[in-house]
DNA sequence: GTGGTCTAGACCACT
DNA sequence: GTGGTCTAGACCACC
């Protein structure tokens, strides 16, 4: 769960997505119990509220089920999955094209300086 | 200029981004003058203030000099342009490999989305 | 027994509430012993401490009698059934027209709209 | 605004309700402004943060809109009114009918007693 | 002053 | 121990 505590997006979004790519990578399953929100908050040094926070928002999407007294788990919807992930990738080429496009760059060059940094290895910014 | 009240990046430093992006379209050339704060503040319908402090960033980033009595002028800097098109090229890029990463999309796969979008139109999601 | 685990009405005034409707609607009579509170917790997935404080909840609105092992069970009181019904009609239909009036609907459209739904079989909303 | 502390309905909940009664009675109208969390706060005797709840809560729903540094406005949709409207006064007819469906009274009797508690000023329970 | 986020700590219902 | 609500009070960005 990495979070950034400088970014202005709120940490329990932040939580939200980190979950969310979570299932993407596989690493959550469908089913699968999602730590309470003490535990999170004390894995992430952050406070209990937030984490509950950003549960909350997580059931208001789908994301998740509670059973009270017993936890948070990831939705059992065997498309939940495939869902998730496209919809995010989707939003993320849509923005990086709009960003492209904001600064001029037209989808040659886009491609062009993608595949660059794809493929040489610069993973620091 | 286009900006959006509810992204929680603070709006002075959207204001920022969106002169560099004026900037890298070519739409802004080095030694132009940029719109008083006032004037400024009518046209994004917002406060004085906040552009003021938006034109401070920009200074201090060393994208603008002011000339009393005459007005906040674009840097004369011919790399100017040049510098910030490719720091923010490369920003974007770097953050969109990012999160495909996150999302466990591998660069071939990133590629075939990239162009899948840049080239059906699919301007809104 | 329909217990919904995301009312806030808590679980056990829920069981209780469901014990008079079964006895309005003549399921269960005076005299009736009602499963144990291990039985009836197995039965509706529920913890049998939950089920405890429902029949003790009941015991003191003298709904039933507990006798030393031999169960709990409906007093044996002719006018319950019809005390109970009563009660519960009239304060569902109370209910029913503060709300109504709190939207502003005034009695003859509050009469049209339940005759409507009454007749229409538009079970689901 | 109404509000029962005894209720277990969370009281950020019932603010919602309210709101949108006001609204169905015609107190509020689209484009109205509604107080600050600070001032409805003091005016409800709650804590600034469950007004605050109960405001995202509103703008969540398409009930609200909220304009930063300004204020918190009734969505100024036409049609908002009448949905509200009709979708709460179903809500409330729906749950009558199943609770007295629950309690063995039949749609007659359900018309019958109705009309007797709306027209002999049975105000008190 | 206005909305938004976060922390800290309390109480409750249920397992 | 688990989720849910509430209070109290702090900080921030913006008007």
New interface residues.
């Given amino acids: 769960m990495q979070l950034d505590f400088n970014n ?3 940490i329990y979004l932040q939580m939200v997505d980190e979950v969310k ?1 979570s299932l ?3 690493e959550l399953k469908p089913g699968d119990k999602i730590p309470s929100h003490k535990e999170q908050a004390h894995l992430s040094k952050v406070n209990p509220n937030t984490v509950q926070r950003a549960y909350q928002e997580m059931e ?1 999407e789908g994301l998740t089920e509670t ?2 007294g017993q936890g948070t788990f990831i939705k059992n919807d065997p498309e939940l999955l495939v869902h998730i ?1 496209s919809e ?10 709009e ?2 496009n ?4 037209n ?1 040659a060059e ?2 062009r ?3 660059e ?3 040489n290895g ?1 993973k620091e ?1």
Same sequence: chains 1, 2, 3, 4.
């Avoid at 995010?88 to 094209?97: K, L, N, R, W, Y």
């Fill in positions: 202005p997006k709120p790519k993407a990578r596989g208001r059973l009270r992930r995010m990738a989707q939003t993320a080429v849509q923005q990086f094209i960003e492209m904001g600064l001029g760059i989808p886009t491609e300086l993608l595949s940094h794809l493929y610069k910014v």
